[in-house]
T-cell receptor
Framework: GAVVSQHPSWVICKSGTSVKIECRSL??????MFWYRQFPKQSLMLMAT?????????EQGVEKDKFLINHASLTLSTLTVTSAHPEDSSFYICSARKRRALAPEQFFGPGTRLTVL | DAKTTQPTSMDCAEGRAANLPCNHS???????VYWYRQIHSQGPQYIIH???NNETNEMASLIITEDRKSSTLILPHATLRDTAVYYCIVIDSGGSNYKLTFGKGTLLTVNP
């Protein structure tokens, strides 16, 4: 199989603090990882694309200084929400694409629910 | 600009086939049709994808019309656990830099 994990699965933090979310591909190497955000009753919105060893590419309207993405290895990407505010409360989901995939489907993590008080 | 159109919601009886339609009238020759689903409060799950031929796997069947302007995802024997939002996505996945963009999808409710 192709399993993607996220940690933590949920987090509650105070306004102004920073939160780091980890995304790991457990049984495959991922050259590309993606971060999505989903507000209640809405669809997933792509935030950024990260390739191992290079800077992330952010979608229009996503603040790169607020949502720091690091993709230091082929199995790990992290998203840090800096100076979080209540409007950042959301469901954050990562996905990973296999290296040299013949079948280019993406595999998604279970998501991380962030609540900022 | 929406590349696909799906009904907002559908209902299906448990044990019956669920047929989820998707219109993609502007699809180009090198674009694939992908289906994902998202069960409430979970990450999306890959179901199936195809280019022009019908496809079948252990989860579902994908029927693509000859002109490729529409497709239907078929869950042959729906169960309560198939209740989810189903997303039909059209992308050019032949290159290495494609991105999955999710529309609003179809909320399928399987009823006992």
């Amino acid at each position: 199989g192709a399993v993607v994990s996220q940690h933590p699965s949920w987090v509650i933090c105070k306004s102004g603090t920073s939160v780091k979310i980890e995304c790991r591909s457990l049984d495959f190497q991922a050259t590309t990882m993606f971060w999505y955000r989903q507000f209640p009753k809405q669809s997933l919105m792509l935030m950024a694309t990260s390739n191992e060893g290079s800077k992330a590419t952010y979608e229009q309207g996503v603040e790169k200084d607020k949502f720091l993405i690091n993709h230091a290895s082929l199995t790990l990407s992290t998203l840090t929400v800096t100076s979080a505010h209540p409007e950042d409360s959301s469901f954050y989901i990562c996905s990973a694409r296999k290296r040299r995939a013949l079948a280019p489907e993406q595999f998604f993590g279970p998501g991380t629910r962030l609540t900022v008080l | 600009d929406a590349k696909t159109t799906q009904p907002t919601s559908m209902d299906c009886a448990e044990g019956r086939a669920a047929n989820l339609p998707c219109n993609h009238s502007t699809i180009s020759g090198n674009e694939y049709v992908y289906w994902y689903r998202q069960i409430h409060s979970q990450g999306p799950q890959y179901i199936i994808h195809g280019l022009k031929n019908n496809e079948t796997n252990e989860m579902a069947s994908l029927i693509i019309t000859e002109d490729r302007k529409s497709s239907t995802l078929i869950l042959p024997h729906a169960t309560l656990r198939d209740t989810a939002v189903y997303y039909c996505i059209v992308i050019d996945s032949g290159g290495s830099n494609y991105k999955l963009t999710f529309g609003k999808g179809t909320l399928l409710t399987v009823n006992p």
